[in-house]
């Protein structure tokens, strides 16, 4: 059994952040704490032992995604005070955002990935909707999004929705797994 261990601390607790590996770094982007929805980028150096603020993102948010494509990081949705549309690309080696066409519709914990020069949005929760029921594809080389409605068999996800689950690009595909289709609008 493999032991787990404390190697480095954030400046806060914190969670609900996305993170990527870059140059010998994990850079983790915005998230949040009991009482507040944050937007700085912190970098922790691979022993864990040194951590610094290094930027902050365009916008607050905790439950976005960020996927790595070189030397850029693509900022998807998230949640600050309701679920969020934005998206943008944040170039890693000079530190500056660029604003992309907003997603289709807003959303928060959602997975992504990339492939082919294209960013894959699966699933995604909305408030006040519920979970998402399509799949949303931003093309790099057009710079727009393309919506799959209707993206999950009923034989899968009976009620054709998916929320909070995780993705990657495994060869020619893209793999989803685990995940929500509902959520309890009463509590």
Request: with cysteine; glycine share 12%.
């Given at each position: 059994?493999?032991?787990?261990?404390?190697t480095?601390?954030?400046?806060?607790?914190?969670?609900?952040?996305?993170?990527?590996?870059?140059?010998?770094?994990?850079y983790?982007?915005?998230?949040g704490?009991?009482?507040?929805?944050?937007?700085?980028?912190?970098?922790?150096?691979?022993?864990?032992?040194?951590?610094?603020k290094?930027?902050?993102?365009?916008?607050?948010?905790?439950?976005?995604?960020?996927?790595?494509?070189?030397?850029?990081?693509?900022?998807?949705?998230?949640?600050?005070?309701?679920?969020l549309?934005?998206?943008?690309?944040y170039?890693?080696?000079?530190?500056?955002?660029?604003?992309?066409?907003?997603?289709?519709?807003?959303?928060?914990?959602?997975?992504?990935?990339?492939?082919?020069?294209?960013?894959?949005?699966?699933?995604?929760?909305?408030?006040?909707?519920?979970?998402?029921?399509?799949?949303?594809?931003?093309?790099?080389d057009?710079?727009?999004?393309?919506k799959y409605?209707?993206?999950?068999?009923?034989?899968i996800?009976?009620?054709?929705?998916?929320?909070?689950?995780?993705?990657?690009?495994?060869?020619d595909?893209?793999?989803?797994?685990?995940g929500a289709?509902?959520f309890?609008?009463?509590?």
């Amino acid at each position: 059994m493999k032991k787990c261990e404390i190697t480095g601390t954030l400046p806060e607790p914190m969670g609900d952040m996305p993170a990527v590996v870059w140059k010998e770094g994990l850079y983790v982007f915005g998230g949040g704490t009991a009482d507040e929805v944050r937007q700085d980028i912190y970098r922790i150096d691979v022993s864990g032992s040194q951590v610094e603020k290094v930027g902050k993102m365009p916008f607050r948010s905790r439950g976005h995604s960020a996927v790595l494509v070189e030397d850029r990081v693509y900022l998807l949705g998230g949640f600050d005070e309701g679920t969020l549309p934005h998206a943008y690309c944040y170039d890693l080696a000079t530190g500056r955002p660029e604003k992309l066409p907003d997603m289709p519709q807003d959303s928060a914990w959602f997975s992504a990935a990339s492939k082919d020069r294209k960013l894959y949005v699966v699933g995604g929760f909305s408030i006040p909707s519920g979970y998402w029921k399509d799949m949303v594809v931003y093309d790099m080389d057009k710079g727009s999004w393309e919506k799959y409605e209707d993206s999950f068999p009923a034989d899968i996800f009976p009620q054709r929705l998916l929320g909070s689950n995780s993705c990657l690009t495994i060869g020619d595909n893209i793999i989803s797994f685990g995940g929500a289709d509902s959520f309890d609008r009463n509590s």
